[in-house]
């Protein structure tokens, strides 16, 4: 075989295909529950979107884009995360005029050139929700406890919120310079990347991913949340206070700063110990002037997104998502005319909702009782062109291990009655 897949993509073969459309339609109705609307954007956008939303100098947009120039010479990237592109769909068809606060959500595709490994690959998956149009905490707090409610749903127990705040634009400028000026001697011990981003954009020094790096902000960094505003603390005590109305444990993580730029105020992550290294399950927060940045009215924001493999992980060990419900009806067939009349059966039964198929292989009807096993088929039809000239056709009930004959006139509605007594 010639053609394989890019490193770092995924099939999702026929066996696992099940498990995520059970977990698409379970995400789709908790978040229509919590009148949340499914949005989808287009998988490619001016490479300009990112880089002025998630920032030049962020790890997505210095290392992992993938970027291209398109046969007009316009420089376009594949999406690496969904929030900037909701934001932009949300100006540019002024969703501001629909409601002062608009919930959304989407289950997408994305693409970041990472090294790939268990849990982190090139184009992954995710599903997300943003509250356009607030600034207040509880907002903050729904978005949380939204996401913990599906988990636990789920059946997951084993996670970790992790909250902090960066403080609100102008705190955060004003920690920035703090922070330069405690690490401006140690800056020689730090490595080039992060000598180098002291210079362009230092909070990202903390997505930096070398230990040593992290011991040393350990040791001479100030916290931010020390350099909050009045207003900032208010609003993180608040999101505090409202989570644990909602009943969701958390804690403070002070160093939790995120690896995108347009964070304000909230950063939050989850994490679950069974997913080893990468073991955030989703991240966000406030993103209270990427509307404005983006061209659009000042207005608040906040939201998060979920790596459906990383959760897809997690659901493969705690095994909670419920087998498929298979009632298969399976129409084994002998000689011509047989093969007409199973055919228009067939059709008619699909119509009344039946999940139903016949065999294509013209093979013998020991073979084809074999594959009907195989299958798992709750009913098998036996249709030879002796059974049609005498008007019968054999109807067997795998699960019951009882045979009978049954008219063809009759046929649909002896099917249709078994398969609701069928144990399943
Ligand atoms: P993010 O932290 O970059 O945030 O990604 C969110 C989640 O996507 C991660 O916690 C992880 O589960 C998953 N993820 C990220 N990269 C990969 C990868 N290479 N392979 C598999 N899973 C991955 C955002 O994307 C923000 N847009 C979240 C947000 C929404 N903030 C506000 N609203």
């Not at 990383?310 to 009806?329: G, W």
Request: charged content about 30%.
């Amino acid at each position: 075989m010639k053609y394989k897949r890019i490193k770092g993509t995924r099939d999702i073969l026929p066996e696992e295909s099940w498990k995520w459309q059970y977990l698409e339609q379970f995400i789709t109705k908790i978040l229509e529950q919590n009148n949340y609307n499914l949005v989808r954007t287009p998988v490619f956008e001016m490479t300009d979107l990112f880089t002025r939303s998630i920032g030049e100098e962020t790890d997505v947009v210095s290392k992992e884009m993938y970027s291209f120039t398109d046969k007009s010479g316009k420089n376009l990237t594949l999406r690496p995360e969904l929030t900037a592109p909701v934001i932009r769909m949300y100006i540019q068809n002024n969703l501001n005029q629909i409601s002062p606060v608009i919930k959304l959500f989407y289950i997408d595709s994305l693409f970041r050139q990472e090294r790939p490994q268990k849990g982190r690959y090139r184009q992954f998956h995710q599903f997300g929700f943003e509250i356009i149009g607030t600034p207040h905490p509880e907002s903050d707090a729904e978005v949380i406890q939204t996401m913990v409610a599906i988990y636990t749903k789920l059946g997951i127990r084993d996670l970790k919120v992790k909250l902090n705040s960066i403080g609100s634009r102008d705190s955060r400028n004003k920690y920035l310079e703090t922070l330069q000026s405690a690490l401006e001697q140690h800056k020689t011990k730090f490595c080039s990347t992060c000598q180098d981003r002291m210079e362009k954009n230092i909070l990202r020094l903390f997505d930096c991913k070398s230990q040593s790096c992290q011991d040393l902000l350990d040791e001479f960094a100030p916290p931010i949340i020390d350099s909050l505003s009045v207003e900032d603390r208010e609003h993180f005590t608040q999101v505090q206070n409202f989570l644990k109305i909602s009943g969701v444990d958390f804690e403070v993580d002070k160093k939790l700063v995120r690896g995108l730029d347009y964070y304000t105020r909230t950063t939050f992550e989850i994490t679950s110990s069974l997913l080893g290294a990468q073991d955030a399950i989703c991240g966000g927060g406030r993103y209270d002037h990427l509307v404005e940045d983006l061209g659009g009215q000042p207005t608040p924001a906040v939201g998060v997104a979920c790596g459906m493999e990383r959760l897809m992980l997690i659901l493969d060990q705690i095994d909670t998502i419920p087998a498929r419900k298979n009632k298969l009806v399976y129409f084994a067939v002998l000689g011509e005319n047989a093969r007409e009349k199973a055919f228009e059966i067939l059709c008619k039964i699909r119509n009344r909702g039946v999940t139903a198929e016949m065999d294509f292989m013209r093979r013998s009807l020991k073979s084809q009782m074999r594959n009907a096993g195989k299958k798992e088929a709750h009913l098998v039809a036996i249709i030879g062109d002796n059974e049609i000239e005498e008007n019968r056709i054999i109807l067997k009930n795998m699960k019951l291990g009882k045979q009978q004959e049954v008219t063809v006139e009759n046929i649909i509605n002896e099917i249709l009655k078994q398969l609701n007594e069928v144990e399943v």
